[in-house]
């Protein structure tokens, strides 16, 4: 590791190829838990039935998170008796699975959220009647939330500015 490198939380996600009994799931997710609890394991059984362990840990990049990830958990299963190899291994930043379980928004925005004409005229920077010819021109979608509400998604609006970005012309010099 270079003085450069910075610690960063990840999150590893590993799958072993061991399917244990039911009698016995209990006590190898709290034997391999205690053998964890260092890197704030959850131990259990994956919806494949495998077993599984979810990690945070800090590393210096998402390829030595991984392999410490792997290492980590073959040698906890290890301990408890358990001879498996990895059957799925998922690593990612901790701030990316925040974002993906919706336990921190997203920089971008939710692309889910729903703007009403002013959201995504002032989005798009033009004005409501823009938005309301643009939408019969077909080039933004609307969904209808009654007799007189308009919604727009954020991801559709989104997507037009882009497409308007990547079609403006680049000056010359």
Do not use: C
């Not at 910075?6 to 039911?22: K, V």
């Not at 004409?117 to 933004?140: F, I, K, M, P, Y």
């Amino acid at each position: 590791m270079t003085p450069h490198d910075e610690q960063r939380w990840f999150s590893a996600h590993i799958e072993l190829e061991y399917r244990p009994r039911p009698q016995e799931v209990e006590h190898l997710a709290a034997a391999m838990h205690d053998l964890l609890q260092n890197v704030h394991a959850a131990v259990g059984v994956s919806p494949r039935g495998w077993l599984d362990a979810q990690l945070s840990l800090t590393s210096d990049s998402v390829l030595s998170a991984t392999r410490e990830a792997i290492t980590l958990a073959i040698g906890a299963a290890a301990q408890v008796n358990v001879r498996a190899d990895v059957v799925a291994v998922e690593v990612m930043s901790e701030s990316e699975f925040n974002v993906r379980e919706a336990w921190e928004k997203d920089d971008r925005g939710d692309p889910d959220e729903l703007l009403s004409t002013e959201e995504a005229a002032r989005r798009l920077g033009v004005s409501g009647a823009r938005v309301r010819q643009l939408t019969a021109e077909g080039a933004l979608k609307v969904t209808s939330l009654g007799a007189r509400a308009r919604a727009y998604s954020a991801r559709d609006v989104d997507a037009l500015l882009l497409a308007r970005a990547q079609a403006a012309p680049v000056p010359s010099r």
